[in-house]
């Protein structure tokens, strides 16, 4: 996310409302994120769509299971500023634009955060009982903790996950979505990074305070 080619994108907010995931039934909604406001659970409708299509092409014996969509921009600002504290305290000889580059990996920027756009969704794969399956890390494991096995296509996990992962990626792609590849679990819709990995003109949504 600190590459300048993704800042660079315009946006062009086409002005879909968020709206709250769980107010249709189809999707299981994980907690672990839930906020007072119950931001977590929300999405841009087109998104919804598009997550309804990949639920749709899931083997019967799979759901999508739900942790976190919309983040206010003040949230997201927190989350960058603790993990980039975080990073500096452990390498003190690191610049600022190093220590930056290094926290984009993980949390995005706060001005362009797809989940402050209400475009990127943050879900796993869960068995028919609605336990989650093995995905290698658990999900916002960071490349430090998880020594980079959280990087979509590492080579460090099992067999099991690898195909956990690959399935989950084959139907968010095909309903649209493009994958975060240091985040196993983030897919996005609508945003600059989408825009700039899909070859799109402008982003149709923006960081936005509305809920």
């Known amino acids: 996310?600190?590459?300048?080619?993704?800042?660079?994108?315009?946006?062009?907010?086409?002005?879909?409302?968020?709206?709250?995931?769980?107010?249709?039934?189809?999707?299981?909604?994980?907690?672990?994120?839930?906020?007072?406001?119950?931001?977590?659970a929300h999405l841009r409708h087109g998104l919804i769509e598009r997550l309804e299509h990949a639920q749709r092409l899931l083997p019967t014996e799979f759901r999508l299971l739900v942790v976190e969509g919309y983040r206010p921009p003040a949230l997201q600002r927190a989350y960058f500023e603790e993990y980039a504290t975080k990073l500096r305290r452990g390498n003190p000889d690191w610049s600022?634009?190093?220590?930056?580059?290094?926290?984009?990996?993980?949390?995005?920027p706060p001005e362009i955060a797809p989940h402050s756009a209400g475009a990127a969704v943050d879900l796993t794969l869960a068995a028919s009982d609605g336990q989650e399956v093995d995905m290698g890390t658990r999900m916002n494991a960071s490349p430090e903790e998880s020594d980079g096995a959280c990087y979509t296509h590492?080579?460090?996990?099992?067999?099991?996950?690898?195909?956990?992962?690959?399935?989950?990626?084959?139907?968010?792609?095909?309903?649209?979505?493009?994958?975060?590849?240091?985040?196993?679990?983030?897919?996005?819709?609508?945003?600059?990074?989408?825009?700039?990995?899909?070859?799109?003109?402008?982003?149709?949504?923006?960081?936005?305070?509305?809920?």
């Open 96 to 108: 600022d634009s190093r220590v930056h580059e290094a926290a984009s990996r993980y949390v995005s």
């Open 154 to 211: 590492a080579n460090s996990i099992s067999g099991a996950a690898r195909a956990h992962r690959d399935t989950l990626c084959r139907v968010m792609s095909a309903a649209g979505f493009v994958n975060y590849p240091t985040e196993w679990w983030h897919f996005s819709y609508g945003d600059r990074y989408w825009a700039l990995h899909t070859g799109q003109a402008a982003a149709i949504y923006g960081p936005s305070d509305r809920t």
């Open 1 to 40: 996310m600190s590459d300048p080619r993704v800042a660079a994108i315009p946006v062009q907010d086409c002005g879909e409302e968020l709206i709250d995931i769980r107010a249709s039934g189809l999707f299981l909604v994980d907690q672990r994120k839930q906020d007072s406001d119950g931001h977590f």
